[in-house]
């Protein structure tokens, strides 16, 4: 993590920059990221709201919620990484996206709700846990290490807009009927699922290529591993 500090390949600042706006991986890594938190905030300020006014969920309860869907998620984020070593990214992401859309449908694109409340925050969060790690993972691949600083501003950048941007959509669908009850709210889980579709083909796509230019970084420099202790130097007298 700290080679972009060390003596290096050293470039232009404006160089370096058009690379972060222009390197294919780079893009599809700022997309997977852009659709992975649009997704989300487009429904998650609202949630609250929603399940007090539209599902009748008491309000002092309401913290209860949130500690078993942050429970949930403490107890889980470290099994989904060593599930993202063993088996890749683009498996465990396509998994927790397709998971996240039954639970956005079954959730929010759907009038009557078909899981208990706590169920649903509990799913929520787990399941936007298995796609935050994949696609959080991968991107620490993607950038070489003299861009890294460079590519994470970029980065956190584009996390920001995106999820400023879902915000905004959900506050121009969503509006309040005479009784109180958020309306739009499933046409938000609708575009929400729709920008999901879009994450297993980024994901594939960026695994790929970071994969493949992995591979071109070990032929260029291979690592070696001695096979053993060095040979005792010879005697200077024999």
């Known amino acids: ?3 972009h500090l060390e003596g290096g390949v050293r470039e232009p600042l404006l160089l370096g920059v058009r690379h972060l706006v222009t390197k294919p991986t780079i ?3 700022y997309a997977m990221t852009a659709t992975t938190m649009m997704s989300v905030f487009i429904v ?3 949630i609250a709201a929603y399940v007090q006014t539209n599902l009748g969920y008491p309000r002092e309860q309401l913290e209860w919620l949130y500690l078993a869907g942050g429970v949930t998620s403490f107890l889980t984020l470290r099994p989904i990484g060593r599930l993202v070593d063993r088996v890749g990214a683009f498996r465990v992401g396509t ?3 397709v998971c996240f859309a039954a639970v956005l449908y079954a959730g929010f694109a759907r009038e009557d709700l078909d899981l208990p409340v706590l169920a649903l925050f509990v799913f929520f969060f787990l399941f936007s846990g298995f796609r935050n790690v994949a696609y959080q993972t991968l991107t ?3 950038p070489e290490p003299h861009e890294r600083a460079r590519f994470m ?3 956190s950048t584009v996390q920001h807009m995106a999820a400023a941007l879902g915000a ?3 506050s121009q669908i969503l509006t ?3 009784d109180g009850r958020l309306v739009g709210m499933p046409t938000l889980a609708w575009i929400s699922i729709a920008l999901l579709t879009a994450l297993p083909a980024l994901l594939y796509v960026v695994e790929r290529r970071v994969n493949v230019a992995a591979k071109q970084a070990l032929l260029v420099h291979p690592i070696t591993h001695p096979s053993g202790p060095p040979a005792p130097a010879e005697d200077a007298g024999e």
């Open 176 to 178: 309040e009927s005479a």
């Open 1 to 3: 993590l700290r080679q």
């Open 140 to 142: 620490t691949k993607v």
């Open 153 to 155: 501003s970029f980065q």
């Open 168 to 170: 905004f959509l959900s």
């Open 27 to 29: 893009l599809a890594s």
């Open 44 to 46: 998650v300020p609202n």
């Open 95 to 97: 998994f927790g996206t």
